[in-house]
């Protein structure tokens, strides 16, 4: 299955704010949508980096009088492992094992097009072996079983 595919089945927008934003805005942000991650992009919108929920707590714990004055640019991972549309879901979830991500952004012509946790390709993989269980059933009982 490629990442195309996989973000069809997925609802809603990837959330992100720009590299200005508070830190305590970008975790009121996160807990209001339920999410775990935010892209941090650049005014003109390209992609600075990615901030979590790990790093929101870094600094809750290191920084708590810092949470109002910090930005996210100041904490957010920049370094990022990127996917493109066109890849195979299995490569990206071994990618994401090696590098010990948990949220990869999607991009295609260098655009953002979608996010992807580690959940959403558990959930996928999951449906790539219902099916291939189905066919292989199918196979070994023959046609109309």
Known sequence: MQLEELLKT????VRQVTVDVPVHTAIRIMSEHKIGSLMVVQPDGEIYGIITERDCLHV????PD???TMTVSEIASTDLVV???HDDLRYVMNVMREKNC??????DSGKLKGMISIRDVALGRLDEA???LKFLRSYINGPGA
Request: charged fraction near 35%.
């Open 10 to 13: 997925r609802q809603g927008h």
């Open 130 to 132: 219902r099916t291939e």
């Open 66 to 68: 810092k949470l109002k």
């Open 83 to 85: 996917a493109e549309l």
């Open 60 to 63: 809750v714990a290191e920084h």
């Open 102 to 107: 948990r949220h990869v952004p999607i991009v």
